[in-house]
């Protein structure tokens, strides 16, 4: 379980856009959810790719309506001026969606769309005054309508 509260690591501050991107670097803690039918456990980890991105990879234990199984994902993270772009880690790399983040309430935070063919992926991240931050990704369309949502602790 991540912590809440002053038990939560605390990050030495989102300032700005670029103060996250560095500090997002090293090994998280992640919690998903997944609409009340299922949970992701599990580690997260931002290392140094190439051209200065970041690479992301994501291990853990799903359970999923009766179903428990491993998964794995991964992405690459690139700066941007105002925030960062998230990309599909493939070759060559696709965009999943840019975010730009603007501060409210002592939160950074950005939102972004992406659509794979007839589904809408409606994303948001907030990086939080603890120094723990969530993504949220609402998707819809014909045949898939859910709410991902993930929080991350060090």
Request: one cysteine or more.
């Amino acid at each position: 379980m991540i912590a809440d509260g002053p038990q939560a690591a605390v990050v030495s501050a989102w300032r700005s856009p670029g103060d996250v991107f560095a500090c997002l670097r090293g090994e998280w803690k992640l919690l998903r959810r997944l609409d009340g039918r299922g949970w992701m456990q599990g580690t997260a980890t931002f290392s140094d790719g190439v051209d200065g991105n970041l690479a992301y990879h994501e291990r853990g234990r799903i359970k999923l309506d009766a179903q428990e199984f491993e998964a794995e994902r991964k992405y690459v993270f690139a700066a941007r001026p105002a925030g960062f772009a998230v990309y599909f880690a493939e070759i060559p790399l696709r965009l999943f969606h840019e975010v730009k983040l603007t501060r409210a309430d002592g939160t950074l935070s950005g939102q972004s769309t992406h659509l794979c063919a007839a589904d809408l992926y409606r994303s948001r991240y907030a990086f939080l005054p603890d120094g723990r931050f969530t993504i949220d990704h609402e998707v819809s369309g014909p045949k898939k309508s859910y709410l991902l949502s993930t929080m991350f602790a060090r």
